[in-house]
């Protein structure tokens, strides 16, 4: 009877052993971290110009705090300077392509900090109807674009609107081009899950 009572509280033993070390590592999955692809749309113009333009991007949630992700730029815009009867006096078109990295940190829920490196190319070609004289120009630049947002991630996706200003401000810069000083970059975006992790606690 020693013997026989002995072998089945070994037994009711190691089957507890077992659902508690289960239970265990069911509770030790951390939160998922998710690849997210996404960015925003840029449209605009007014009198004589037009914007049109795509920013993607490619990010990584490490955790709660860190995103790091890759960036393009692509926009074209057109302007046309014209005169005081409607005619147009010269005009130009801008093609420009960029490629970057950002880290993006979240101190606080729904605020983040955002740096961003990038290198520019811009294609411009610009004619005039006053003389027929035409022209084209290739510039480049690198960035580092710096500044703060506002936005919500979770595992479903994320949005956000951010203000930032190139560091650099050099005089190619697509952000300086034409002005004497550097502008305000502000962007929104969103962006949808395309693979997801789970990972154990050792």
């Keep these: 009877m020693s013997f026989k009572y002995l072998i089945t509280t070994a037994f009711i033993f190691l089957n507890l052993s077992l659902v508690a070390q289960n239970t265990i590592q069911t509770n030790n999955i951390v939160a998922p971290t998710p690849i997210y692809f996404g960015g925003g749309i840029v449209l605009g113009g007014g009198s004589g110009s037009f914007q049109m333009g795509l920013n993607p991007e490619l990010v990584k949630s ?3 705090y860190i995103d790091l992700g890759l960036a393009m730029n692509l926009y074209y815009s057109s302007y046309k300077l014209m005169d005081m009867n409607g005619n147009i006096d010269a005009r130009s078109n801008n093609t420009q392509f ?3 990295g950002f880290l993006r940190a979240w101190p606080i829920e729904q605020f983040f900090i955002q740096v961003q490196p990038e ?4 294609f411009t ?3 005039s109807y006053i003389n027929g004289s035409t022209g084209s120009s290739n510039v480049s ?5 710096a500044g703060i947002g506002y936005g919500k991630r979770n595992e479903h996706g994320f949005t956000y609107f951010s203000v930032m200003f190139d560091l650099v401000n050099s005089l190619q810069s697509p952000y300086r081009m034409g002005q004497l000083t550097a502008q305000p970059i502000l962007r929104a975006g969103v962006g949808f899950p395309i693979f997801t992790s789970k ?3 050792n």
């Design 119 to 122: 290198y520019n190319w811009t």
């Design 62 to 64: 490490y955790n709660q």
């Design 141 to 145: 630049a690198p960035s580092v674009l």
């Design 199 to 201: 990972k154990k606690e």
């Design 125 to 127: 070609n610009a004619k």
């Design 98 to 100: 960029g490629l970057g």
